[in-house]
């Protein structure tokens, strides 16, 4: 629930224009086309002359769907937006693409209780593009000047790979327009006080609750909330804080936790002070009104790219004391500093437990997900005069007519040859990567919403930030000796499978799309791109002899691997995509790539 005071319900929906609908269903259509050709979900036909025209039909065969495509490597198919068309029965269509998921649902594997959910998806999706296209056009030359929270608000498309990116099912227009990262709203979060009976409160080494609420809260916002509470005959001391999404207050905790309310075990105190920014992973929040204060991520129950985006109370307990092992690891690697790495420490977590549905609910359960907080450190005070911050989601950034990548007006600025900048990035991202999975068995989840780049006064990449560290990594080695807090982390992972992490989440499910981005753009021709890379990775080994047996073992320079496939995992169970507690056994293995490292192994 929002305030729409300002809004009529037909100024809400003033983005819904034919004109923008096509384009976002075309700009759809083309990602859905590349993106299940990939996952070999669909096989496009060459038609004839072969001249980078292809066709894909429906299942029925009526349908035929035709596009001017260049394959890249790793079977990257960057589709011409503007060149595709639909046609049945010699007439051509308009595009629609909640009618293409339909026509292909056999081809899709979309089960009856899966499609009406992901056409759903779908829409929304689609939505938010039309919204994104009402705005005035931002060059991706502006953005190259632009600061860390303009970039974020700036993204026009989300996950690279899963077509359905933008689903975030729950919210209404309002709620969209008001807490959406591309809307660039500042929010005021609800604080609610939890009983200490039932509500845990865990922190990083050296900060306590006490600590961690001064730095976050004034001391005039503290004495109207303990104020609030001597109203009521409570004592905020029995309590702890917990900051809540609008959306969970209105829509989840007012109503599902009604109970806990009435018996003043959760206690809504309103609004704090502070503005925030929704970033891209839509329940993380940016500090507007001191960028130093900490980043907020918040439970908020609404479907978004496979999973209800809750945040569980129980597995929240262990996210400080895994930080703390992980930022240990880090600044005690010769490595690791010298490859300027830095993470962002999710230092302190907050949840509540509610009794009746810990007692009723199975493990995992969206109910137990519903109210709990951390807080991670923000980037900034880690910049230097000069320096600025870019999400490196951002790399794979177009302007709206596609024919500029922000990677691309980074480069330009900086003055660098395009291999000279490409190998500066691969530097402070890949190097660091390569350095936890050999030695430490140790991997992240690098995508691009995951990573911060530092640029330098140049616009070249300075240093990384990853960040989302408790929920996305994992240590995969049986020996590895882990603090009894820590031990969440480790992954039984199958040995040919552990080497996956670095082909699927590094190479698939980013370079792929930057080396995409950077040749059609001729910014860089995709040889030298695979070749910086490999030469990137030659460097790591040859500064590390005592790992040559695990370079062997775990080959980056292998003809192929396994083509790891994320949308069908959407496709299958797009409630639940993955069981986070056996992410391995999740994995949809579709036969192999081909490798564009291998002829430049050593």
Not at 210 to 222: I, M, P, R, V, Y
Not at 297 to 304: E, F, G, P
């Amino acid at each position: 629930m929002t305030d729409t005071a300002a809004l009529s319900p037909r100024e809400a929906v003033a983005h819904l224009t034919p004109e923008r609908w096509e384009s976002a269903n075309r700009l759809l259509i083309r990602k859905a086309l590349g993106e299940f050709a990939h996952e070999r979900l669909l096989t496009p036909d060459p038609l004839t002359p072969p001249d980078g025209r292809y066709r894909v039909r429906s299942d029925d065969g009526a349908t035929e769907y035709r596009f001017t495509a260049r394959k890249f490597a790793l079977d990257h198919w960057q589709i011409d937006a503007e060149g595709i068309t639909r046609h049945r029965d010699g007439t051509q269509l308009p595009l629609d693409a909640l009618e293409f998921i339909t026509e292909l649902r056999g081809s899709l594997g979309l089960g009856e209780d899966v499609l009406p959910v992901y056409l759903e998806e779908i829409s929304s999706t689609l939505a938010s593009t039309a919204y994104k296209l009402a705005r005035e056009p931002v060059s991706a030359a502006r953005l190259a000047r632009s600061g860390f929270q303009e970039i974020e608000a700036g993204m026009t498309e989300g996950h690279p790979c899963f077509v359905a990116n933008n689903g975030r099912l729950g919210f209404d227009i309002a709620e969209y327009r008001a807490y959406a990262p591309e809307a660039g709203a500042p929010v005021r979060l609800i604080w609610v006080a939890a009983h200490r009976d039932h509500a845990t409160f865990t922190a990083a080494s050296g900060l306590g609750y006490d600590k961690l609420l001064l730095s976050e809260l004034s001391a005039a916002t503290l004495r109207r909330f303990s104020a609030a509470m001597k109203e009521e005959g409570l004592d905020l001391d029995d309590y702890f804080l917990i900051p809540v999404h609008p959306w969970q207050w209105w829509n989840k905790l007012s109503v599902t936790f009604a109970a806990e309310v009435a018996k003043r075990n959760l206690v809504c105190l309103g609004h704090g002070d502070d503005e925030h920014l929704p970033q891209q992973s839509i329940r993380t929040f940016f500090n507007a009104t001191n960028p130093a204060k900490h980043y907020v991520k918040t439970a908020l129950s609404v479907l978004n790219m496979g999973f209800l985006r809750g945040l569980s109370a129980e597995y929240m307990k262990a996210t400080p004391a895994i930080n703390d092992w992980l930022a240990d690891l880090v600044a005690g690697d010769e490595v690791l500093r010298e490859s300027g790495l830095a993470i962002l420490r999710e230092c302190a977590a907050v949840g509540y437990h509610p009794a009746p549905y810990e007692a009723a609910a199975p493990k995992g359960s969206p109910y137990l997900k519903m109210l709990a907080a951390l807080w991670r450190e923000s980037p900034v005070p880690l910049l230097t005069p000069g320096r600025r911050l870019a999400t490196m989601a951002s790399l794979l950034h177009t302007d709206r007519e596609g024919a500029s990548s922000l990677a691309g007006a980074l480069i330009e600025r900086s003055g660098l040859d395009a291999a000279t900048w490409l190998r500066r990035y691969l530097d402070v991202y890949l190097t660091p990567l390569l350095h936890c999975f050999y030695e430490y068995d140790l991997v992240f989840m690098p995508h691009g919403e995951n990573v911060i780049l530092v640029l330098d006064e140049d616009s070249v990449p300075e240093r990384a930030i990853f960040k989302d560290i408790a929920e996305e990594i994992a240590v995969m080695s049986p020996d590895a000796q882990l603090p009894p807090e820590v031990e969440r982390i480790r992954a039984d992972v199958p040995e040919e499978m552990k080497i996956l992490s670095l082909f699927t989440d590094v190479f698939d499910c980013f370079l792929r799309f930057l080396n995409g981005t950077l040749a059609a753009n001729g910014t860089l021709d995709e040889d030298t791109f695979w070749s910086t890379v490999a030469e990137c990775i030659r460097d790591y080994q040859k500064s590390a002899p005592h790992l040559a047996e695990r370079f062997a073992r775990y080959d980056l320079f292998a003809e192929t691997f396994a083509l790891s496939c994320l949308n069908r995992l959407q496709l299958r169970d797009n409630q639940q995509m993955v069981d986070l507690q056996d992410p391995a056994g999740a994995l949809q293995l579709i036969g192999e790539l081909d490798n564009p490292l291998a002829r430049f192994a050593p």
